[in-house]
C-alpha cells in the first residue's frame, strides 16, 4: 500500500471513530430505553458479524485463522464489547449520555498509565502535566452536587470507569497481540465472539428478550444505526487504526466524541448541559492535548 493511500485510510478511518462513536452515546441512550442492555448489545454485535463475514465472503476473503488468532479475538471481544460497551450501556440506563461521553474522555490518561505500567514506556514531562489536568476535569465533573444527588449516578460513573479500565487495557493488548490481518475478519470475530458472551450474560441476567417488529420506531432506527456505523464502519476503523498508530493516538477520538454525544444529547434528548461540565470538559480535553502533542497521523507499527 503506497504511503499516500495509507494516509487516506488513516484519516478516514479517525473520522469514523471521531464522529460516528460520537453518536453512538445517544442512539444507545435511545435503546436501551426499551431494551434491557445486554441483550441490545448482544443484538448489536452478533448482526454486525454477520453482515461483516457476509460483506468479507463476497470479497474473496478467506475467514480461516489460527487457533491463537481466535483465542486472542475471543479475548479481544471479552474486554472490548462484552465488559467495556457491555457496562457502557448498563451505565446509559442511569446517567446522560453527555455526561458518559465526558467521563469517557479521560481514557487517554488510563491508556497512558496503563502503558507505564505493563509497557514500562516513560511518561514525557507535557504528559504529566495532562495527567493532571485530567485528573482535575474528572473531579469537576462528577462533583456537581445535581449530578450526584439523582439517582443511580454514582454506580453508572462507576461502571462507565470500569468500561474505560477494559477499553484501556483491550487496546494495549490488541496493538500486540497475534489477529487476523484482514481488518474485517478481525471486527468480525470480536463481535461473534463478544456478541455471544453477551447472549450469555444476558440470559444468566434473565433479561427478557424480544424480537425487532415489537421495538418502537425510534428504537429500531436507533439499532440499525449502531450495527451499520457504530459497529461495522467505525469498529473496524477503530481496528485498523490500533494496528497502524499507537494506542495513545487512537485513544484521542475522545477530543471529537464527547462534543459530539454533547450536542446530539442537548439536542435531540433534552439532556442538561451545566456550566461546570463545560469547564470539566475543556480541562479535560486539554489535558488530552497535552498528552498527545506529536503529529497525530504519524505511522507506527505495534508489535511488529
Known amino acids: 500500500m503506497s504511503a499516500s493511500r495509507k494516509t487516506v ?23 436501551v430505553s426499551q431494551l434491557p442492555p445486554f441483550f441490545l448489545a448482544a443484538v448489536r454485535f452478533l448482526v454486525a458479524s454477520i453482515i461483516i463475514f457476509i460483506i468479507a465472503k463476497s470479497l474473496g476473503i478467506s475467514l480461516t485463522i489460527t487457533k491463537k488468532q481466535f483465542i486472542n479475538t475471543c479475548i479481544a471481544g471479552l474486554l472490548f464489547l462484552t465488559l467495556g460497551n457491555g457496562l457502557a450501556v448498563v451505565a446509559l440506563k442511569y446517567i446522560d449520555s453527555g455526561f458518559a461521553a465526558l467521563e469517557i474522555s479521560s481514557q487517554p490518561l488510563v491508556v497512558l498509565i496503563m502503558m507505564r505500567i505493563f509497557l514500562g514506556k516513560k511518561i514525557k514531562t507535557m504528559s504529566y502535566i495532562g495527567v493532571v489536568l485530567g485528573f482535575i476535569g474528572i473531579f469537576l465533573l462528577v462533583s456537581q452536587n445535581q449530578i450526584i444527588n439523582k439517582e443511580g449516578q454514582i454506580f453508572g460513573m462507576i461502571l462507565i470507569f470500569l468500561c474505560m479500565l477494559c477499553w484501556a487495557y483491550a487496546s494495549i493488548f490488541v496493538g500486540n497481540a497475534d489477529l487476523p490481518k484482514n481488518h474485517f475478519v478481525n471486527t468480525g470475530y470480536q463481535m461473534l465472539t463478544g456478541g455471544i458472551m453477551l447472549c450469555i450474560v444476558s440470559l444468566c441476567l434473565n433479561e427478557p428478550w424480544s424480537l425487532p417488529n415489537v421495538w418502537q420506531n425510534d428504537v429500531q432506527w436507533a439499532m440499525g444505526g449502531l450495527i451499520l456505523f457504530g459497529s461495522i464502519v467505525a469498529f473496524t476503523a477503530f481496528n485498523y487504526l490500533l494496528k497502524e498508530v499507537s494506542p495513545e493516538k487512537v485513544a484521542t477520538s475522545t ?21 461546570q461540565s463545560i469547564i470539566a470538559a475543556g480541562v479535560l480535553l486539554t489535558g488530552v492535548y497535552f498528552i498527545n502533542t506529536k503529529r497525530l497521523f504519524k505511522l507506527r507499527s505495534i508489535g511488529r
Not at 9 to 31: D, E, P, R
Not at 257 to 267: E, H, K, Q, T
Request: net charge negative; charged share 5%.
Open 9 to 31: 485510510l488513516i484519516i478516514l478511518a479517525f473520522f469514523a471513530i471521531y464522529v460516528i462513536w460520537g453518536s453512538t452515546y445517544m442512539l444507545n441512550k435511545i435503546a
Open 255 to 275: 477530543y471529537v466524541n464527547p462534543i459530539i454525544a454533547l450536542v446530539l444529547g442537548w439536542w435531540i434528548l433534552d439532556e442538561q448541559i451545566t456550566l
